[in-house]
Structures are given as C-alpha cells and as structure tokens.
C-alpha cells in the first residue's frame, strides 16, 4: 500500500495557515472598534464561503470543455484542468482547511465583538455572544448554501476564473 503523505502535508498548512490568519486578524481587531471588527468578521466569513464554493465547483465542474480549451491555447484551461484533476484535494483544501479555518476565526472575532459589544451598551456578555453567534452562524451556513447552489450551476466558469487567476501566478 502506497504511503500517502497528503494528510500530513493537510495537517501542516491548516496549523500554519491557522496561525498566519490568527495573528492577522488578532493585531487588526485588538486595536479596532465595533464597526471594523463587524467588517472584518463579514470579510472573512466572505472568505470562507469563497473557497467552499471553489472547493464545490472543482467536484462538479466538466473536464471536457477544459480539455477543448486547453488544445486551444486559452490562459488558465490546464490551470482550470488541473484543479478539476486533482479535485478532490482542491475541494479538501478549500472546503475544510480553508473554509474550517475562516470559521474559526470568524467566532474568535465574533467573541470579540460580543465582548466590545456587551461593554458598550451595558449588556450581559451572554446575551451579547449567543446574538452575534447566532448571526455570525447564519451569515456562514446560509452563505455557504447559497453559494453550493451558485457552485453547482456555473462550476465551468467558476473554475475557470480560479483557473485564470492561478496562470497568472503559475499555480498548478
């Protein structure tokens, strides 16, 4: 049985890329207010759902028409064809590293908030947490679901931008 080295190489880039986004997102929201914090959060629960709708269109998207573009020379089909070929750790990559990581971080924000938020209007810290969990919750899964749905039907053009995008900096 052939040794797959791919979940240590996953267990190592989700702990560094863990600790990259936590010290970004720690030394911009411990000196930031409310709004940037709120903003912050926002962008990375974007983020997340992003490259779990990258990760969805690389499982779904067809192999053929890159495969017609690329014999045509067009930049970013044997990036895009690529992807599509490795997609399933493409979709491990960008669903769960990625998209596991941004959840996280977006509840450590979200904690923050809860706790800036509690101090300012002289509010309960668990009545502060459990409403900005709760959005931060729906804002997350309601995205993700409707993004699934929007990776499903336009999977081709979706992976041919990230395609476009990883030619540009010779991603494979």
């Known amino acids: ?59 779904t998207s067809n192999e053929a028409t890159f495969h017609a573009k690329s014999t045509r020379k067009i930049k970013g089909a044997k990036e895009s064809l690529s992807l599509i070929k490795n997609s399933v750790k493409v979709s491990s990559v960008c669903n769960d590293v990625i998209g596991d990581i941004c959840g996280i971080i977006s509840g450590g924000m979200g904690a923050m908030i809860a706790l800036t938020l509690a101090k300012y209007i002289n509010n309960n810290v668990v009545v502060s947490s459990i409403i900005v969990s709760a959005i931060i919750s729906s804002l997350t899964v309601g995205g993700k679901a409707i993004f699934k749905r929007v990776a499903i039907k336009n999977c081709d053009s979706i992976i041919f931008v990230v395609g476009k995008i990883g030619s540009i900096f010779k991603i494979k």
């Open 1 to 59: 049985m052939k040794k797959d080295n791919w979940i240590y190489k996953v267990f190592l880039m989700t702990f560094f890329l863990s600790i990259i986004f936590s010290i970004v997102s720690n030394l911009i929201t411990s000196h930031a207010n409310i709004i940037v914090m709120s903003i912050l959060t926002v962008l990375v629960i974007a983020i997340g759902i992003v490259f779990d709708m990258i990760g969805t269109a690389s499982l």
